[in-house]
């Protein structure tokens, strides 16, 4: 096996020295170029970061058009930051990382009188923090982490065990009790694994019951609707999709099966599938789709399918399902294709852009690096070097990237989320990067790209 020399030297020759190694060791022409498309991949990670560092330090995010710094809720909590350290590690550009874990370490603090919205804080800081405590070993991370969860406790004070959408980290005050399935049961990966580091079972029993709450709203046929009263437990919404509102629910199922060996996850799972397939799943114009239906009936209420939905041949793709997940995975890049990078939502009946915003999103390009994990598959690399091209040419700005507005007039928005660095950026990356960057059979990604592991 290749082993590259010294990683941990200058930036500007850590891919001279994994070129050389490859060369070295009979590498193909296939791999010297994926050398060079990761190299591609950590230069414009670089671009963005960089124009962060110089416009927005120590705030959640960069507007990148307007050079201004953008905090979500009045007051900063190191959004991109957190969410892109385990990236910057990844990566090896360790004193970029040494710097943000500083600024981390010492200036994060959640003691503040703001409502937040929990499923965004526990996917991007939650998860951030706990991922980056399982690089470095930093307990301060740990100890944010712990700190941040019990601030977030709160939310389950529900009379169904759902949890409230926000919460004021202060003083625990709860309010909007109209959610929906991701944001009530895409939670365990991130509260089950603070509980495994710390000992205290309270954060995986309350998002563990968080989860089966939602499971128990399924209707007769097997399906979830996109709203859930958390203080009723009735239906506000019988829209039901793989798609925003409902996505990483099904996720979990899957990945608390496989990070914990919840039995429970898994038996939901089985449960939850079939009606997926049997009710939302599109044969059209010989491609397969998965559009919406009515919870109750099964009957197709909308021909939609976008960048959220993106995602499916990933969790298709590690559950097992590699034959669906291909045949999936080509109608998601045949949406990319049709006007060089994706809409937010596309009609793939009449194959015409019904919501046209593009706003950086990863689930593409995850689908195409687990595709590629699992197939080995040159297709998949080259697939996301068309996208990777598309995405530098219409979203590269001069101080960072920019979401667009419009993608079929490519129009820019001063907008660049901080999953831009934990999601985009690492998946183009490590679809290129050699094998042994990370050791993809031992962690579990959270819906934000934060690589967990079962060290307990």
């Known amino acids: 096996m290749c082993e590259a020399t010294d990683v941990f030297v200058l930036r500007s020759s850590i ?10 060791c009979g590498k193909s022409r296939d791999d010297t170029h994926a050398v060079q498309m990761a190299e591609r991949a950590h230069t414009e990670f670089l671009h963005a970061w960089s124009n962060y560092e110089k416009y927005a330090w120590g705030h959640d995010a960069l ?28 990566m090896k550009l360790d004193a970029e990382a040494e710097k943000t874990r500083r600024l981390i370490d010492n200036e994060l603090s959640f003691d503040r009188d703001i409502y937040v919205k929990n499923f965004e804080i526990t996917i991007r800081l939650l998860g951030g923090l706990l991922s980056s405590y399982q690089l470095t070993g930093d ?13 977030l406790l709160p939310v389950f004070n529900s009379p169904t065990g759902l949890p409230y959408v ?56 097997g399906l979830v609707g996109e709203g859930i009263n958390v203080e009723t437990g009735e239906c506000t919404n019988r829209d039901s999709h793989i798609s925003g509102g409902i996505d990483s629910y099904y996720e979990y199922l899957w990945k608390c099966w496989r990070l914990f060996g ?22 059209v114009g010989g491609g397969l789709w998965y559009g919406h239906a009515d919870m109750n009936s099964g009957r197709r209420t909308a021909t939609n399918y976008g960048a959220l939905d993106a995602f499916f041949p990933a969790l298709l793709a590690l559950s097992g399902d590699v034959d669906r997940a291909r045949r999936l995975q080509r109608s998601s890049f045949k ?14 009946k009449a194959m015409r852009v019904a919501s046209p915003g593009y706003h950086l999103r990863p689930e593409i390009v995850e689908s195409t690096y687990y595709l590629y994990h699992f197939t080995r598959d040159p297709e998949y690399r080259r697939m996301g070097e068309k996208m990777f091209d598309g995405f530098v040419k219409y979203c590269r700005a001069e ?58």
């Open 63 to 90: 507007r990148p058009l307007s050079k201004t710094p953008h905090d979500w809720y009045g007051e900063p909590l190191l959004m991109t930051p957190v969410d892109a350290f385990d990236t910057l590690i990844l």
């Open 139 to 151: 307990k301060r991370l740990l100890d944010l982490a712990q700190d941040l969860g019990r601030r």
């Open 166 to 221: 926000y919460v004021n980290l202060r003083t625990g005050a709860v309010r909007d009790p109209i959610t929906n399935p991701a944001e009530t049961g895409s939670l365990l990966l991130e509260f089950g694994t603070l509980s495994k580091l710390t000992g205290d079972p309270i954060f995986y029993d309350k998002a563990k019951r968080s989860l089966v709450e939602t499971f128990k709203r399924r209707s007769s046929i």
């Open 335 to 348: 949406m990319w294709n049709l006007h060089g990078i994706e809409p937010e939502v596309l009609d793939y």
């Open 262 to 283: 919840d039995r429970d996850c898994l038996e939901m799972w089985n449960a939850s599938i079939p009606a997926i397939h049997k009710y939302l799943a599109d044969e």
């Open 399 to 456: 101080s960072g990237y920019a979401a667009l507005s419009d993608v079929v007039t490519k129009q820019k928005r001063d907008e660049m989320e901080s999953f831009a660095f934990a999601e985009t950026f690492k998946y183009f990356y490590l679809l290129f990067a050699p094998s042994d960057t990370l050791d993809f059979d031992h962690v579990t990604f959270n819906t934000e790209a934060h690589p967990l592991r079962r060290t307990w």
């Open 15 to 24: 891919f001279a020295v994994i070129a050389l190694a490859a060369a070295s």
